[in-house]
Structures are given as C-alpha cells and as structure tokens.
C-alpha cells in the first residue's frame, strides 16, 4: 500500500501543479510541472525545518521512498515509449531510416566514449580521479536522448517534420540501445568474472537489443491480428495495455530489452494494426487513451524530476563541473551527428550523403534533450564513490537540457532554418 499511497500523493500534486502552470505560467504542461515542483523543493529545503520541521521530514519520506529507478525503468518507461511509437508514421521513419539508424547506434556509442574521454581528462583538475571505466558509465547514461522529453517538447516546438521525425526516430531507438550498452559498460566495471571479449560484448548486445525487436514485432502483429477478429473498442485497449504489461514481463524473463520491444509493438500496432484491424471508432478510443496515459505518466514523471533537488545533499558542490559537462555533453552530440556523415563522405559508402544543413544540423544538436532516462540509470549504479559525483552532474545537465534546451529548441528552428527541411 506504500507505494499505492506515494503514487496519489504525486498525482494529486502534478494535477494541482498542473493547473497552476495552465493558470499561471503557460508553458508546456511536463516543463510547468518541473519548475513549479523544483520550486517547491527549494522552498522546503529554505524554510521547512525552520516552520513545518513534521510536514517537511514526512514529504522527504515520501519523496525518498518513492523507488524513482524500479518505477521509470520497470513500468513508466514502458507505457510511455508505447504511448510515443503509437503515433509515429511508419512512412515518416522510412524515408529518414538511414539517420535514425546511425544516431540511435553509432552516434550513442560514439557520444559516450567522447564524454568519457573528455571527463576522464578534465575530472583530475577539480582534484577528482576517476577511471576511465566509470567515466565510460557516465558517457554512456548521459549519451541518449530523452524520448519521454523529446516527445513531449516536439509537440509543442513546431520543428519541420523531417528533423522532427529524425530526432523522434533516434530517441526511440537510442534508448533502448543505450540502456543495453549501460548494462554492457556497468556489467564490465563492476563484474569481474564477465569475460570482457568482442563475442561476449556482441553477444549480449545482440540478445538484448535484437531480441527485443523481435518480441516487439511478435506482440504487435500478434495483438493487430486478434484486435482484427473484434470490433470493441473496450477489449481493444485492454489488449493494448496487456502487451505493455505482459509485454514487460516476457521481455524480464527473456532478458531482451523491454523498452525496445515496446517501441517496435507499438510502431506495429500503430500503423499495420490501425490500418488493418481497427474501425474509425477503436481507432479514436484507443488513441485517446493512450493520449490521457501519456500525459498522466509525464506529469508524474517530470514532478519527480523536480522533487529529485530534495535528494541532493548539496547541488552546489559539483556546480562547475556540471557547467562543463553541459558543454562537453553538447560537443560530443555534434560530434555524434557530424563524424558518422564525414566517415561515409570519405569512404563513398553507398553513397550516402550528410542529411543536415547547417540550420539543420543545430537544431539537431540542440534538440537532442537529456530526461529522466539519464537519472534512472545513475540511481541504478550501485553504490560508489562516485555515484553521488555522477548523480549531481547528471542532474545538473538534464535540468539544462530540460530548461534551456527544450524551451528553446522551437524558436531556434524558426529562426535557422531558411527552408522547411
């Protein structure tokens, strides 16, 4: 009942925060939700010892117990990439496949061995030695784009659709890939019986993220054909959260990745399924449905991401270190995005060429946001010496990103891209 009595508590706060940003702050809905929550935050952490010493221990309770990793990663994460691939066009992915493929494998690779190069070598001269294994950690959890975030401010940012559909396309995608290559990097510097060779490496990536796909095309052909046998939109949407639920289990079981799995089911159910086993009105019940899931798991998800600032025991300690990470974090996402095209210019690969423009390739960078994903998986490192280093500037950044970022991403398409790309 624990976790039953946390979970109203925070639903009933995103719906009043919710309404306060409506009211008051008109920004996006998730981002409003986030501010007013940090705000909250500082305020308890200023003044509630002083006047409310009860109220403030028992919130810090709720907050603290509240297993932020096991929730996001093991259910929240699920329903929201499902809820997300619903609604992305099959075509729209088609005709950017080359892109997303290469920014959802080579560039997060890439991305995370710069940053864990660059943090490896900057670290020393805040008197911080870290090795390089644990640098290599950090590059790869801070590596991926957020697609809860990305999502969510897309919507709102106006982006011309094929940047739009690249950026979509690569957060689902890294994603799962990323979370796959955090469990490869922290299984090699914390198991020391894992055999460390090219076989295993590949081997593990291969089941994981492989296998998931798989499953993820399994359950989403195998819920279409049998939505196709009725005509209820109820028993409709009820299939539809069984294999997100279900779903989630056999993925745990088959030790394949779930959020992959969920990404593909619902790209399946949301193009092959809506077109070949749904009427007009399971289509619209079913989309309206997973709109109102969408929107309840982020509130409840960025109110946490502000509730977090309570947890940090001093945000202000690693404060420069986090600045430069920012930076590093967005050099190693253009780097990401620009190498790979330069390798196949070079090489005359099938002839592929650089997709971006200039105007392109910055709202590319800048729209690559860091969410939540980032800090579930560094409060899913055991416990180290350098947990609570990776914790702050982890938070650090997606704060930035989230802020800076995702308010302005928008704007800064408007104003640099000449043509609707």
Not at 130 to 135: A, E, K, R, T, V
Not at 187 to 215: C, I, N, Q, R, Y
Not at 300 to 329: A, C, N, R, S, W
Not at 358 to 381: E, T
């Amino acid at each position: 009942m624990e976790l039953y009595y946390t979970f109203s508590a925070l639903i009933v706060l995103a719906s009043f925060f919710a309404y306060l940003n409506l009211r008051f702050l008109k920004l996006p809905s998730t981002v409003g939700i986030m501010i007013i929550a940090m705000l909250v935050s500082v305020g308890i952490r200023l003044l509630g010892d002083s006047y409310f010493p009860k109220a403030t221990k028992e919130f810090f309770d709720l907050v603290k117990n509240f297993d932020f990793k096991d929730v996001l990663m093991g259910a929240m994460l699920n329903f929201l990439l499902f809820a997300g691939a619903l609604h992305v066009n099959i075509s729209d992915l088609r005709e950017q496949k080359i892109p997303i493929m290469i920014y959802s494998t080579v560039s997060v690779v890439l991305s995370a061995f710069i940053i864990s190069g660059i943090l490896y070598v900057i670290a020393p001269i805040f008197g911080i030695q870290i090795p390089y294994s644990y640098c290599l950690i950090f590059g790869t959890l801070i590596s991926p784009t957020d697609p809860i975030v990305v999502l969510e401010i897309l919507k709102q940012a106006k982006v011309p659709k094929k940047i739009e559909t690249k950026i979509v396309g690569e957060s689902l995608f890294n994603d799962g890939v990323a979370v796959v290559m955090f469990a490869v990097v922290l299984k090699m510097a914390t198991d020391h019986t894992f055999e460390v060779t090219t076989e295993s490496v590949l081997g593990l990536f291969a089941k994981e993220g492989l296998g998931g796909m798989l499953l993820g095309m399994l359950l989403g052909l195998s819920a279409s054909n049998t939505i196709k046998k009725i005509d209820d939109y109820k028993v409709s949407v009820l299939i539809t959260l069984s294999i997100v639920m279900g779903g989630f289990l056999v993925a745990q079981a088959l030790h394949v990745s779930s959020p992959l799995a969920m990404v593909v089911a619902g790209i399946t159910i949301g193009n092959y399924g809506k077109k070949v086993a749904m009427s007009e009105q399971t289509k619209d019940y079913l989309e309206k449905f997973w709109e109102i899931v969408d929107e309840i798991m982020n509130a409840v998800l960025f109110l946490y991401i502000g509730f977090e600032l309570l947890l940090l025991p001093d945000l202000t300690k690693q404060i420069v270190l986090g600045f430069i990470t920012i930076i590093v974090v967005l050099f190693s996402r253009m780097c990401s995005i620009i190498l790979p095209w330069k390798f196949f210019d070079v090489i005359n690969f099938f002839e592929i060429k650089s997709p971006y423009t200039k105007g392109s390739l910055m709202v590319m960078v800048w729209g690559g946001i860091r969410g939540g994903v980032s800090i579930a998986l560094v409060l899913s490192m055991p416990e180290s010496s350098y947990k609570g280093l990776f914790l702050e500037v982890t938070y650090i950044v997606v704060l930035f990103s989230i802020l800076v970022q995702g308010l302005t991403v928008g704007k800064l398409a408007k104003r640099v891209l000449k043509s609707n790309e």
